[in-house]
């Protein structure tokens, strides 16, 4: 059975608490998007748990419940800032522009994963934190839902890779239109697929 998360980890931190999550840290196009969340437990919406366990129809109607009911901050890094730092790099940038962005200001953010982002106040990594905690789990469903809906905006221009389905990810689909139609400007350079499309016989992709 799956962990359900839980307020457990914020009641140890004095002060308000967000939680910062990402998406789109693995497809070859598209930027990666992460959240910040600060929750209202009065208020906060029933079901919320990783995103990854959510179907797309229940992570939409939780995602439109938390942007009425918490307090919340999205950051993105591009492509281009994808391919210029690398992956992690970019995810804890995009990461650090979401603790921005928020309209409160946190005492702390809980962090997924183990490496912590440069933010404007304390930081407490969690390994597989959007199963434990209430805001981890809502950041990840607000930076997957941003980022599914940039990629649905996309494929209206890029039709033929089928973001609005795969959301950049390595399918089939996406990789026979790669073949077919080439690269496009959206395409992430540094990621392994893509890079050997670009430099065959020359030096190594960087992801």
């Given at each position: 059975?799956?962990?359900?998360?839980?307020?457990d980890?914020e009641?140890t931190?004095?002060?308000?608490?967000?939680?910062?999550?990402e998406?789109?840290?693995?497809?070859?196009?598209?930027?990666?998007?992460?959240a910040?969340?600060?929750?209202d437990?009065?208020?906060?919406?029933?079901?919320?748990?990783?995103?990854?366990?959510?179907?797309p129809?229940?992570r939409?109607?939780l995602?439109v419940d938390?942007?009425?009911?918490?307090?919340?901050?999205?950051?993105?890094?591009s492509?281009?800032?994808?391919?210029?730092?690398?992956?992690l790099?970019a995810?804890?940038?995009?990461?650090?522009?979401?603790?921005?962005?928020?309209?409160v200001?946190?005492?702390?953010c809980?962090?997924?994963?183990?490496i912590?982002?440069?933010?404007?106040?304390?930081?407490?990594?969690?390994?597989?934190?959007?199963m434990k905690?209430?805001s981890?789990?809502?950041?990840?469903?607000?930076?997957?839902?941003?980022?599914?809906?940039?990629?649905?905006e996309?494929?209206r221009?890029?039709?033929?890779?089928?973001?609005?389905?795969?959301?950049?990810y390595?399918?089939?689909?996406?990789?026979?239109?790669?073949n077919?139609?080439?690269i496009?400007?959206?395409?992430?350079?540094?990621?392994?697929?893509?890079?050997?499309?670009?430099?065959a016989?020359?030096?190594?992709?960087?992801?």
């Open positions: 059975m799956a962990e359900k998360p839980t307020f980890i009641e931190i004095p002060g308000i608490v967000a939680g910062v999550d998406a789109g840290r693995g497809p070859l196009a598209g930027p990666v998007v992460a910040a969340v600060v929750l437990p009065a208020t906060m919406p029933e079901g919320i748990c990783d995103s990854k366990m959510l179907t129809k229940r939409a109607r995602a938390l942007w009425k009911t918490s307090a919340i901050g999205v950051g993105i890094a492509v281009d800032e994808i391919d210029a730092l690398n992956i790099q995810t804890l940038l995009a990461m650090s522009r979401a603790a921005a962005n928020l309209p200001r946190p005492a702390a809980i962090v997924d994963g183990k912590k982002p440069r933010l404007p106040c304390p930081a407490y990594t969690v390994v597989k934190g959007d905690s209430f981890i789990a809502a950041a990840s469903i607000i930076a997957k839902t941003t980022r599914d809906r940039m990629m649905r996309l494929a221009e890029f039709p033929e890779y089928s973001w609005d389905r795969n959301k950049g390595a399918a089939p689909a996406h990789r026979e239109a790669l077919i139609y080439g496009t400007p959206h395409h992430r350079k540094t990621f392994a697929p893509i890079h050997n499309m670009l430099y016989d020359s030096s190594p992709p960087l992801c």
